[in-house]
């Protein structure tokens, strides 16, 4: 079931702002769909796993989902209280749990995958897959912008023109940016 949302009529002014925005609907869209499907972000991560990995231990999905113990046992035996997971002793070491997906699990699984995302789906109407592949493109180069450092960014030259107009370097004294004067030009 569909729950009305309420959206700020204020937009987003910088690109980082816009991308923070739609992350979070993404996101509020992400959860109400497994909702939906009465399971949470943290079950939907362990019965991924689970389905891809059959019979993993619960120590290595721990760890591998970096969660305590304590917390993923607790998430298995939700999942296993509702028909997803099954719970097993090892055969080769009775001290070790394996979890094995039900078929009600793999169903559930297949529904909230991302392929079957209406959230995605939504997202992606009327681009074509070259603007998609070219989108893809620029979220990772701006993934790895993020990974240059103020210090490069400013001693590259970066600053001006990126994300505020008239940012202005004096490269003769301080690589410091410097702010432009904001009165309005003489006529």
């Not at 760890?63 to 939700?78: F, I």
């Not at 070491?93 to 995302?117: C, F, K, M, Y």
């Amino acid at each position: 079931m569909r729950r009305a949302r309420h959206h700020s009529t204020t937009r987003p002014h910088t690109l980082g702002e816009h991308l923070l925005h739609l992350a979070r609907r993404y996101a509020a869209e992400e959860a109400h769909e497994l909702d939906d499907l009465a399971i949470g972000p943290a079950q939907h991560a362990l019965l991924d796993l689970v389905v891809a990995q059959p019979g993993i231990s619960m120590a290595f999905a721990a760890r591998y989902l970096d969660v305590d113990k304590a917390a993923l046992s607790r998430t298995a035996r939700r999942l296993v209280r509702n028909g997803l997971l099954l719970k097993n002793r090892s055969r080769s070491d009775a001290r070790v749990r394996e979890l094995h997906a039900t078929s009600t699990g793999r169903a559930v699984r297949w529904a909230a995958s991302p392929g079957n995302a209406t959230a995605d789906a939504r997202m992606m109407v009327g681009f074509s897959k070259q603007e998609l592949s070219q989108l893809r493109l620029f979220l990772t180069r701006l993934e790895a912008n993020l990974d240059i450092t103020m210090e490069e960014f400013c001693r590259r030259g970066m600053v001006s023109g990126i994300g505020r107009p008239g940012l202005m370097v004096d490269r003769s004294t301080d690589p410091a940016p410097t702010m432009p004067d904001r009165r309005p030009p003489d006529r």
